[in-house]
């Protein structure tokens, strides 16, 4: 029984996720969202996957439980460069700094780039309650307004 009561958070996030996922599909034509892990284990990852687009992601909030992994998957379905970098506020700023700079070295463990046409994964654990994002930092792309807001709750 305390196993069902577990069960029902995660099952109820997937499909708010869905939904969510769903209604900004946009003209991408990509509507294959696939979210894994809301049958039988509850600490199975789940999948989201995101569309990076020229200039923006196909999604643009996201509500995680906290102590959830996350199993990004992203496609870069436009026609340059783009990437994905999981952060709170704070860190989205330190790396806009370092990836102006040509010198620094910009990718640390929670990031991704990806060419046009590739696809890549990133997993991440939201340990804690708060408010974090995923910025595209590729010049000027996160001033342009290319994150996510990801609510962990
Ligand atoms: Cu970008």
Known sequence: ?????????????AVALTTLLAACGGSSGAGTTDIVGND???TSPMTVEVAMEDIKFDTT?????????IDFRFTNTGKIAHDAFIGDAAAQMEHEVEMSD?????????????QPGESGELSYTFDLP?????????PGHYAAGMKIQVTVE
């Open 1 to 13: 029984m305390t196993l069902r009561a577990r069960h029902l958070p995660l099952i109820a996030g």
């Open 130 to 138: 708060g408010t974090y994002q995923i910025g595209c930092h590729q």
């Open 61 to 69: 909030t996201l509500t995680v439980t906290a102590g959830e992994t």
């Open 40 to 42: 039988a284990t509850p």
């Open 102 to 114: 040509a010198s620094a070295h910009p990718m640390e463990e929670a990031a991704i780039v990806l």
